[in-house]
């Protein structure tokens, strides 16, 4: 199994700019979680979605984020306008059951 | 009370000694308590995870020790080696549902 995969690894945007991370989960996982990792904040989870359908979107840090799940093998979360405090490494996990499973990041620099 | 406690933020162990992190939480409804590790630029990975039904859990050179009445669980690394060098981070969730972490502590092993 290839595990989480998420794309891209790096990205490196301006202010103002629209940033879209993908997420492709593990084949047969039902769970999908989108996370923030900060030295600040450490570990946040933004959003995560349930067969498809986003269940808890409480730690969306404002309506310029938004995530869409369209089938169980993909999921987007989109920053626009980004901003130099959204700069941080943002992490898929999926799970089937308990365990979650992260993927290896996506280190986006917003200058 | 969806929080998880953690201490110390960093630990340093010398090479062969024992590493030990602890974790608070308090609500009484989680039933599920991993731990993961996370080394630089990879994602967070699951090292090992108890239930409230039993007091310790060992796999290899961890360990978790859990106490029900004192809301506490811990990690204890046995034997530390450099290579155990990561973040560690404890969690805790319920019915399968959204993990909430710990802070995380920086674990160094000097050799």
């Known amino acids: 199994d290839a595990g989480v995969i998420q794309s891209p690894r790096h990205e490196v945007t301006e202010m103002g700019q629209e940033v879209t991370l993908r997420c492709k989960p593990i084949?047969?996982?039902?769970?999908l979680f989108w996370y923030r990792q900060t030295m600040m904040r450490g570990l946040e989870l933004l959003i995560y979605?349930?067969?498809?359908?986003?269940?808890?979107d409480s730690g969306m840090p404002e309506d310029r984020f938004s995530a869409k799940m369209p089938n169980a093998s993909f999921s987007t979360l989109k920053i626009q306008p980004s901003e130099p405090r959204d700069s941080a490494v943002y992490f898929c996990?999926?799970?089937?059951?308990?365990?979650?499973?992260f993927g290896p990041g996506t280190r986006l620099t917003v200058l | 009370q969806q929080q998880v406690k953690q201490s110390p933020q960093s630990l340093i162990v010398q090479k062969g000694g024992i590493s030990i992190i602890n974790c608070a939480y308090e609500?009484?409804?989680?039933?599920?308590f991993p731990w993961y590790q996370q080394f630089p630029g990879k994602g967070p990975a699951l090292l090992i995870a108890?239930?409230?039904?039993?007091s310790e859990k060992k796999e290899g050179r961890f360990t978790i020790s859990f106490n029900k009445s004192a809301k506490q669980f811990s990690l204890h690394i046995m034997d530390s080696q450099p290579g155990d060098s990561a973040t560690y981070f404890c969690?805790?969730?319920?019915?399968?549902?959204?993990?909430?972490f710990g802070a995380g502590t920086i674990l160094r092993v000097k050799s």
């Open positions: 979605f349930n067969n498809n359908v986003p269940i808890d």
């Open positions: 609500n009484t409804a989680f039933d599920y």
């Open positions: 084949s047969g996982h039902n769970s």
């Open positions: 108890i239930r409230p039904d039993v």
């Open positions: 996990a999926s799970s089937t059951s308990d365990t979650q499973y």
């Open positions: 969690a805790a969730n319920k019915g399968g549902n959204k993990l909430v």
